[in-house]
């Protein structure tokens, strides 16, 4: 079992930068992959970043070049830089952890919101 707890969301202006994070506990050696996606309001959840465990990245073509996903290993804890905010980045942003073997796991998820 792996638990994720994220936070860092909230209100910020356009242009602005926040910092999300997402501390995992639990049997984290068995993951292999981790993602942060979002929901914004009638609309699906959607892929923002993900981060091999070698550490190997991937972006979804909207965040490139303004999100980043890392990984403190010391802390247990992955994070989603998030600079040049736009309104269309506003959404409930989840933090995901993909075993080697069985189920996703999921955050409860923080709320972000860009807006002046």
């Known amino acids: 079992q792996v638990q994720l707890v994220e936070s860092g969301g909230g209100l910020v202006q356009p242009g602005g930068s926040l910092r999300l994070s997402c501390a995992a506990s639990?049997?984290?050696?068995?993951?292999?992959?981790w993602g942060w996606y979002r929901q914004a309001p009638g609309k699906q959840r959607e892929l923002v970043a993900t981060?091999?465990?070698?550490?190997?990245?991937n972006y979804a073509d909207s965040v490139k070049g303004r999100f980043a996903i890392s990984r403190d290993n010391t802390k247990n804890t992955v994070y989603l830089q998030m600079n040049s905010l736009k309104p269309e980045d506003t959404a409930i942003y989840y933090c995901?952890?993909?075993?080697?073997?069985?189920?996703?796991?999921w955050g409860q998820g923080t709320q972000v919101t860009v807006s002046s």
């Open positions: 995901n952890a993909r075993p080697f073997v069985g189920i996703l796991y």
């Open positions: 639990g049997s984290i050696f068995t993951i292999s992959l």
């Open positions: 981060l091999t465990s070698p550490g190997s990245t």
